[in-house]
């Protein structure tokens, strides 16, 4: 017999990893990992760490991959941090800190989308100090929802954004709504046409850092239109002249809460101007 290691390189087979190393800031550390693939559908990894400096910490990743209904995934890690003042932040997290958080993607039918995305963290400090990847790419993860349907000429979008971490600050969308006309012909006319509008409520949260709010919270309505007509004309057969005239309306409602200080407002914006582009090229 002649002993042998056999891997598969595709990623669906079930493994340990382990990543042993030493950290200033952690000690001497090794995070290990369990991936494992039930079916077609269900897969996710087991972690569980250790940092001499912070202790030990662990959690799981949970991957649903339901066809027609999308993509789903759910992640949690909690960590008894032994040292959370290390660095002497101006805010020191709690000794227990976690995080969890849920990403859900579909396209269940032609031209209709569903996005949701849940963010949870214990403290401001949790990614920066143990998920540096993830903190570069977004120090301040949010939470919304939202649905966007398309049709031939236009799109239909809805989005809510609300926060549960607060000491992030953040402007709740309760929601917006948005619908987006894109440039398309009038009728057999020359003429084309294209607009954005929009109404949602807004709430601008500031941050609570040590149980005080560093500002002070209002929230207001607010609606907007915008509509222009475009007239593409090409002169010699090279030259392309884009006229064009449009409007916005836009209307601010009363600011309400301890930081709401102006009344509600309309205004209106006439624009029109024209755009020359032309293209050469030689082989």
């Given at each position: 017999?002649?002993?042998?290691?056999?891997?598969?390189?595709?990623?669906?087979?079930?493994?340990?990893?382990?990543?042993p190393g030493y950290r200033t800031r952690y000690g001497a550390f090794v995070l290990g990992s369990y991936t494992w693939r039930l079916n077609d559908t269900v897969d996710g990894v087991l972690r569980a760490d250790y940092r001499s400096k912070r202790g030990g910490a662990g959690g799981a990743d949970l991957n649903l991959h339901l066809g027609q209904w999308g993509e789903t995934a759910l992640n949690y890690y909690y960590l008894h941090d032994e040292d959370p003042s290390y660095g002497d932040p101006a805010e020191v997290p709690p000794a227990d800190r976690q995080r969890f958080g849920l990403n859900y993607n579909a396209t269940p039918y032609t031209n209709l989308n569903f996005k949701a995305q849940v963010n949870y963290l214990s403290d401001s400090l949790l990614l920066h100090d143990f998920f540096e990847s993830d903190y570069r790419l977004n120090p301040q993860p949010s939470t919304f929802v939202e649905i966007t349907k398309l049709f031939n000429n236009f799109s239909f979008d809805v989005l809510t954004v609300g926060r549960i971490n607060e000491f992030f600050e953040t402007v709740e969308r309760l929601p917006d709504v948005q619908l987006t006309g894109f440039r398309q012909q009038v009728f057999d006319t020359p003429l084309y046409y294209e607009s954005k509008s929009s109404i949602g409520y807004y709430n601008r949260e500031f941050a609570i850092t040590n149980e005080v709010p560093t500002g002070l919270d209002y929230a207001a309505a607010r609606a907007d239109t915008y509509q222009q007509l475009t007239l593409?004309?090409?002169?010699?057969?090279?030259?392309?002249?884009?006229?064009?005239?449009?409007?916005?309306?836009?209307?601010?409602?009363?600011?309400?809460?301890?930081?709401?200080?102006?009344?509600?407002t309309s205004r209106t914006v006439f624009n029109t101007g024209a755009e020359a582009t032309f293209k050469t090229s030689r082989l």
């Open positions: 017999y002649f002993p042998y290691y056999q891997h598969r390189l595709d990623g669906s087979e079930n493994r340990f990893d382990f990543t593409p004309q090409t002169f010699l057969g090279w030259l392309n002249v884009i006229p064009r005239v449009g409007g916005r309306w836009s209307y601010y409602g009363e600011a309400s809460g301890p930081g709401g200080t102006t009344e509600a």
